[in-house]
């Protein structure tokens, strides 16, 4: 007697909602470009002029957020996101190499010059603005791109996340320097940047975004999904 063909389940999800994510991901992309544009205009122009390299540190951050995001843009502009994936994984990963080198550069010559950054409100209100802003673009990217299995979704989210958290870093930077006058915050919050850029972008160099899907472990439908390493599993508080 034979058994009933039992037919494995699809993973990820369907065509129809691929579709979907995938134009989602495409607008998130675009609105994290032009966010960063002005960002990156503002931080640059306010940190030469106060002479801070935390300030400059942080709008070149937003410029290969800028990078970052495009590469994503041109994986989904292509018929086979997939196929470009490496390569978009690839120019982010670089990105934040960049960033990392050049802001420790400019930190360390900071500190043993004894530069001292002048104050900046311009700086600590864009700081403000990013903290509340970044957050919401992350979590609806890194959530699309989870669902898609897309990697360089997720590593592009990660990068704005990270934004988040230098914004955080920033802040505490030029208020103390502003506050109290330590001059070293501002380099010191520098650094900070550029070791989060370093993990950052060996994780995205190696594609651990957290996001590939796990043959027949997707639940019906293709909404959200069990991943290999288990962290994108639904419920785990990270949706």
């Given at each position: 007697m034979s058994l009933p063909l039992v037919r494995p389940a699809p993973v990820g999800p369907a065509p129809a909602r691929r579709a979907v994510l995938a134009r989602r991901v495409r607008l998130l992309v675009a609105a994290t470009i032009a966010y960063n544009v002005v960002e990156a205009v503002v931080a640059i122009t306010a940190g030469t002029i106060a002479?801070?390299?935390?300030?400059?540190?942080?709008?070149?951050?937003?410029?290969?957020?800028?990078?970052?995001?495009?590469?994503?843009?041109?994986?989904?502009?292509?018929?086979?996101?997939?196929?470009?994936?490496?390569?978009?994984?690839?120019i982010i990963a670089v990105s934040f190499f960049a960033l990392a080198a050049?802001?420790?550069?400019?930190?360390?010559?900071?500190?043993?010059?004894?530069?001292?950054?002048?104050?900046?409100?311009?700086?600590?209100?864009?700081?403000?603005?990013?903290?509340?802003?970044?957050?919401f673009l992350s979590y609806a990217q890194r959530r699309a791109g989870r669902e898609l299995g897309s990697r360089s979704a997720v590593a592009d989210s990660r990068q704005t996340l990270l934004c988040t958290y230098l914004s955080a870093v920033l802040l505490v930077g030029l208020g103390l320097n502003s506050l109290f006058g330590w001059s070293w915050a501002d380099p010191i919050a520098a650094l900070?940047?550029?070791?989060?850029?370093?993990?950052?972008?060996?994780?995205?160099?190696?594609g651990d975004t957290c996001c590939t899907p796990v043959a027949g472990l997707a639940p019906a439908g293709g909404m959200g999904g069990t991943c290999a390493d288990g962290c994108c599993t639904p419920g785990d508080g990270r949706w």
């Open positions: 002479s801070s390299t935390a300030l400059i540190g942080f709008g070149l951050d937003s410029v290969i957020e800028v990078s970052s995001a495009a590469a994503v843009a041109w994986q989904f502009a292509g018929r086979d996101p997939e196929s470009r994936e490496k390569v978009a994984l690839r050049y802001v420790t550069v400019e930190s360390v010559r900071a500190l043993i010059g004894g530069a001292e950054p002048e104050h900046s409100s311009i700086g600590l209100i864009l700081a403000a603005l990013s903290l509340l802003i970044m957050p900070v940047i550029a070791a989060v850029a370093v993990k950052e972008g060996r994780d995205a160099w190696r």
